[in-house]
Structures are given as C-alpha cells and as structure tokens.
C-alpha cells in the first residue's frame, strides 16, 4: 500500500526555519521521484521542490531557491523540506508528491501537479508574527 505521511508542521516567525518530513511507504525514492507542492489560502498550488529518483538532482520553484534545501533518505524512505529564512507568503499547505518520472520529465514538468499521482494528506506551515 502507497503511503506518503508529512510531519513537521507549526507556526514559525518570519525568518525562521521549519523542517518538514515525508515518509513514503510502498514506493521505494530510488525507483521513485518524490517532491512537495503548497497551496496558499486562495491560490492555485505550486510545486516546491522535487528530487530525482535517478541521481538525486534537485528542482526548486524560484520564490524558494537559496532558501529550502530537499534531500532524503533513502534508507529511511524518507524525504526532508529544509525551510529557512521562512516569510508570511510560505504560509501554505504543504503536500508531499511521489511518482515515477523520468530524468527527462523531471527536467521539464517536475513542477506539474499531473506528474505526480501520489499525495500526502499535507502539513500546515505557518509565518507570521
């Protein structure tokens, strides 16, 4: 059974930092890509950040880049969202993403939700003062 399980949500003061874990189960993150999307109160949901399957190859949605860091675990199955230098426009539901894509697609679409057919129930973060 195809799992994906977030942990790590809070309320957290603008430039301060959050990290967000998703453990995946029944899709091993060296056969499977895994990411995370957000949705803002009133906003479509944007793709954050996603990690190859294949040599590890990180993707960043430009509002996040030199501020999260995704990195997992393969052993533990496990995919991290290191958030710093956190502001009030982060505030989103955070959901983690897993599927099969290619290096290829990866390089084009990683931030298209329809790449994606597993999702995580999401985590809450909050900035604000």
């Known amino acids: 059974q195809v799992q994906l399980v977030e942990s790590g949500e809070g309320l957290v003061q603008p430039g301060g930092s959050l990290r967000l874990s998703c453990a995946a189960s029944?899709?091993?993150?060296?056969?499977?890509?895994i990411g995370w999307f957000r949705q803002a109160p009133g906003k479509e949901r944007e793709g954050v950040s996603s990690?190859?399957?294949?040599?590890?190859?990180?993707y960043y949605a430009d509002s996040v880049k030199g501020r999260f860091t995704i990195s997992r675990d393969i052993a533990k199955n496990t995919v991290y969202l290191q958030m710093n230098s956190l502001k009030p426009e982060d505030t989103a539901v955070y959901y983690c993403?897993?599927?099969?894509?290619?290096?290829?697609?990866?390089?084009?679409?990683?931030?298209?939700?329809?790449?994606?057919?597993?999702w995580g129930q999401g985590t809450q973060v909050t900035v604000s003062s």
């Open positions: 029944g899709l091993p993150l060296d056969y499977y890509a």
């Open positions: 990690i190859s399957s294949s040599d590890g190859s990180t």
């Open positions: 993403v897993a599927d099969i894509v290619s290096a290829q697609a990866m390089g084009l679409w990683w931030s298209m939700e329809s790449e994606y057919d597993y």
